[in-house]
């Protein structure tokens, strides 16, 4: 075993140090590395397009650009044709979404638990609901919320200037970027470092891609079924659902939340519950039974009951956020070490040098 000298103790203690301050950086520009993760993300999911047009013989500036004009050409689109129609159906919903339907609701829910269960004492959820309305609607809570308000808008508009011009670089000098980062490492690590920084890179580009297809299907899907069943708000419902989908395990239990509370608020009673209780199950087949088969299965290759703890420990640390991204980063990690694992007992470099015996 190696002693341990002062040149060795101050390496670590640099080492360590630097590792702090990238913490404190990233924590301190958090806004910013969440642009950068977007952009990443996006270029992940974007990367296959643009090398397909590349592949035609056009220049991969102009591949990028045409890939990127037309993104924000479907957002434009998008943005005119299906956010209106969302927004309607929210304020339709929040016309109904008052405190005496609230009420009234929550007097129907809290007689059938009753019902059922005769040990419950009267009014139990009654007076809780009728409490947090009343601090909910506290006016003195209206400029805090417009306060949020407008710092929600000035993120959005630095989102929408810098993750497009971000995405662009990342597109075209992507390469570029690896290499420099490789120029960084000492050459008796390049070969493990290289097949680490490809390994990360193709698992995470299938990942993503897979979650994104999966979600659009899902909430087209959601959307079919639940204007059949007759609610209508089944659009704004099948684009949340598929959205909550994201989230392993936990996105089908906020499915069929949010499909339940709707559907209450919409009729006024429970007459629409089962329908839509059994729209969200036939979804969740499909999702089961075909998609995540054919597009999802094995992409992170992480045991199911690992990913619930994981998903877990990401909605402590950050909440939702934390539970988009608890898979990626555990995928990350996990191949961090089977790679260095594999390249201590295969590359001669890692391996402790032996003492020659006297």
């Given amino acids: 075993m190696k002693s341990l000298t002062l040149d060795r103790l101050i390496r670590l ?30 270029t992940y999911l974007l990367d296959p397009v643009v090398s ?3 592949a035609t013989g056009i220049n991969r500036t102009w591949a990028i650009i045409l890939t990127l004009t037309a993104l ?34 929550t007097r129907q829910v809290e007689q059938r638990l009753r019902d059922k269960f005769s040990f419950l004492p009267e009014q139990f959820l009654s007076t809780n609901i009728t409490r947090m309305l009343q601090e909910l609607f506290d006016i003195g809570q209206l400029p805090a919320a417009l306060s949020n308000l407008i710092g ?16 662009f670089f990342f597109l075209k000098d ?32 299938i990942y993503f891609r897979s979650v994104m297809l999966q979600s659009l299907i899902v909430a087209l899907s959601s959307w079919l079924v639940l204007s059949i069943v007759g609610l209508n708000n089944a659009l704004s419902v099948g684009i949340a659902v598929g959205l909550a989908n994201t989230i392993p395990y936990f996105g089908p239990a906020i499915g069929y939340l949010l499909s339940i ?69 555990a995928t990350t990690i996990k191949i961090t070490i089977n790679q260095i694992r594999w390249s201590i007992n295969n590359y001669y470099v890692f391996r402790s040098a032996k003492s020659p015996e006297t």
């Fill in 152 to 167: 929600l808008f000035t993120n959005i508009f630095w989102a929408a200037l810098v993750i497009p011009f971000a995405t």
């Fill in 52 to 54: 397909r047009i590349q």
């Fill in 72 to 105: 924000i050409l479907l957002l434009v689109w998008i943005s005119t044709n299906i956010f209106p129609i969302i927004a309607n159906q929210m304020v339709e919903l929040a016309g109904q979404l008052n405190v005496e339907t609230i009420q009234n609701i």
């Fill in 261 to 329: 509370t709707v559907s209450i608020i919409e009729v006024g009673n429970f007459s629409l519950v089962l329908a839509c209780i059994i729209a969200i199950f036939l979804v969740q087949l499909l999702d089961n039974l075909v998609l995540q088969p054919l597009i999802f299965s094995r992409s992170a290759e992480i045991h199911p009951v690992a990913i619930l703890f994981i998903i877990m420990v990401g909605a402590e640390i950050a909440g939702i956020l934390g539970m988009l991204i608890a898979v990626p980063i």
């Fill in 174 to 205: 992507g390469t570029k970027i690896r290499r420099d980062i490789l120029q960084l490492v000492p050459n008796k690590y390049f070969e493990t470092t290289l097949s680490l920084i490809d390994k990360i890179e193709t698992r995470l580009g």
């Fill in 13 to 42: 203690g640099l080492a360590l140090a630097g590792v702090a301050v990238l913490f404190y950086l990233l924590y301190y520009f958090g806004t910013l590395v969440g642009y950068a993760v977007i952009a990443i993300v996006i």
